[in-house]
């Protein structure tokens, strides 16, 4: 087991705030230091512009973790937090930064890979609310409100925009293991699509697929935390390979 404490540095979805990772901060082992990331626009950064590509976003969250001065520290995002999180650590990269123990990408296809071709952050208020309620991570409640809606729908769309709009650049692989988390029932993030994230890194690669969809880390928080509890004290050096949490067996 390590024997210092590692920063665990989390990135938001679309439409959310750092907000979403307040629960975890039970969850977490003594020798784990979560710090949610908080993107402009939202949470305590109201006032600040959105971002307006995922690289400036990324610049931005290098310099969080630059100044946060942790001396070992993991990735953790989810969705455009995925893409985010990995963007992220190429910059620190080429700013010099020693790798990160490792980078957790949940619920995002490999950026090498296309997105369906849907305009959501230019879709009639109507349609993003649909959306919302398909991805399962917003409660009824809050879509039937108007003053939550008039908030949250302007985050999403800016976030939305960031996401179909990105570009990935070929560079290196990055020098940390990386670990892809997925639901097994959400179809945006099928075994091939997650399993893609391999050739990203020199190091090893694991996949691991929950119970749930889109927004399983709400629905399996426990076991998804005790997963990365046992791979952050003790596991980050070996874990490889690919595995249903749910039976224990390989992905097919």
């Known amino acids: 087991m390590l024997s210092r404490t590692i920063t665990l540095f989390c990135l938001p979805c679309a439409g959310a705030s ?24 939202r949470g305590v950064r109201f006032n600040h512009p959105f971002a307006t590509t995922v690289d400036e976003l990324a610049e931005e969250m290098a310099r969080q973790v630059r100044a946060h001065g942790a001396a070992h520290y993991a990735l953790f995002g989810h969705s ?3 893409l985010v999180a990995f963007e992220t650590e190429r910059r620190l990269r080429a700013q010099g930064r ?32 649909e959306f919302l309620r398909e991805q399962g991570g917003t409660p009824e409640t809050a879509l039937q409100m108007p003053e939550i809606l008039e908030l949250l729908l302007p985050v999403l769309r800016a976030d939305l925009h960031l996401y179909e709009d990105y570009h990935f650049r070929e ?8 670990h892809a988390l997925a639901g097994r029932e959400d179809s ?11 050739p990203h890194t020199r190091d090893n690669f694991s996949l691991t697929f929950f119970d749930g969809g889109h927004f399983y880390l709400q629905q399996q928080q426990s076991a998804l935390l005790a997963y990365l509890n046992s791979l952050l004290t003790e596991g980050w050096q070996t874990a490889e390979g690919e595995t249903d949490r749910a039976t224990g067996a390989p992905c097919t």
């Open 80 to 82: 455009l937090g995925a």
């Open 171 to 178: 560079e290196s692989p990055l020098e940390c293991p990386i």
């Open 188 to 198: 945006g993030t099928p075994a091939e699509a997650m399993r893609a994230w391999r």
């Open 98 to 129: 020693p790798p990160a123990r490792a980078l957790f990408v949940s619920a995002r296809r490999a950026p090498d890979l296309p997105v369906p071709p849907r305009r959501l952050h230019k879709a009639p208020d109507g349609e993003l609310i």
């Open 18 to 41: 750092s907000a979403m990772y307040q629960p975890w901060r039970a969850l977490v082992d003594a020798g784990v230091e979560l710090v949610p990331l908080e993107y402009p626009g």
